[in-house]
């Protein structure tokens, strides 16, 4: 059965400062792979997806995911965070194969909080 | 740009009541979700639609659930005797293709007293 880890549930940064959040996986192949972020009383934004190609994504608002293979990880780093950047960030993994109808697994979520 | 939308933002009802959760899906997609969170816990799937049918469910999608598409725009989730357990924030979502980006919906909270 397909899952998802994300082992840090509540990470503090410092605004400038560099950010990594985790994101493990567990799938018999390799999943479809994407980062979500949800702001307070918002929905779940999408930040980046992997499906193919180039292991290292970019995304919107200067995140970016490398996929690595061997360490089932898909982790989620930004060089400089800004304190707008505070929110929940979720990890999904969805299937691949004919019998895929889109279902997205999510991690438990990590918050990150900005300390100016 | 086109977003998805749900109503009510938050629904307080009385365990054993029906409810019914409303969604509006952007307008050329294909495929549409209902996933739910709980307080302090992470996004679970609930089901997923297609061509007027449910293509796949979770377990915590039981008789008590229902989703429809009755006009061609709307997507609701209706829950027939509601449990206190489901108190919960409900989003919909909705996507073009299934390798496509789901967008979702703010969320319905729900609160089963």
């Known amino acids: 059965a397909q899952s998802v880890t994300q082992p840090d549930i509540h990470i503090t940064v410092s605004e400038g400062a560099s950010l990594e959040l985790r994101c493990n996986y567990s799938?018999?192949?390799?999943?479809?792979l994407f980062w979500y972020v949800q702001s307070p009383g918002q929905g779940l934004q999408l930040l980046l997806k992997?499906?193919?190609?180039?292991?290292l994504v970019q995304g919107i608002k200067g995140f970016e995911a490398e996929f690595k293979r061997s360490q089932s990880s898909f982790n989620l780093r930004k060089p400089s965070v800004h304190w707008s950047d505070a929110a929940e960030y979720f990890c999904?993994?969805?299937?691949?194969?004919?019998?895929?109808?889109?279902?997205?697994?999510f991690g438990q979520g990590t918050t990150l909080q900005v300390k100016p | 740009e086109p977003e998805v939308t749900q109503t009510p933002s938050h629904q307080v009802t009385q365990m054993g009541q029906e409810v019914i959760l409303r969604c509006v899906p952007i307008?050329?997609?294909?495929?549409f979700y209902w996933y739910r969170q709980i307080l302090g816990q992470k996004v679970e799937f609930l089901v997923s639609?297609?061509?007027?049918?449910?293509?796949?469910k979770s377990e915590i999608f039981d008789d008590q659930f229902s989703v429809e598409r009755p006009d061609g725009s709307n997507f609701t989730l209706k829950i027939r005797s509601t449990k206190l357990e489901d108190s919960a924030m409900y989003f919909c979502?909705?996507?073009?293709?299934?390798?496509?980006?789901?967008?979702f919906g703010p969320g319905t909270r729900l609160t089963v007293l």
């Open positions: 307008s050329n997609h294909l495929y």
């Open positions: 979502a909705s996507t073009g293709g299934v390798t496509d980006t789901q967008y």
């Open positions: 799938y018999g192949a390799t999943p479809y």
């Open positions: 639609f297609y061509n007027n049918e449910i293509s796949e």
């Open positions: 999904a993994v969805g299937a691949r194969g004919s019998s895929n109808t889109g279902k997205l697994i």
């Open positions: 992997y499906f193919s190609g180039d292991t």
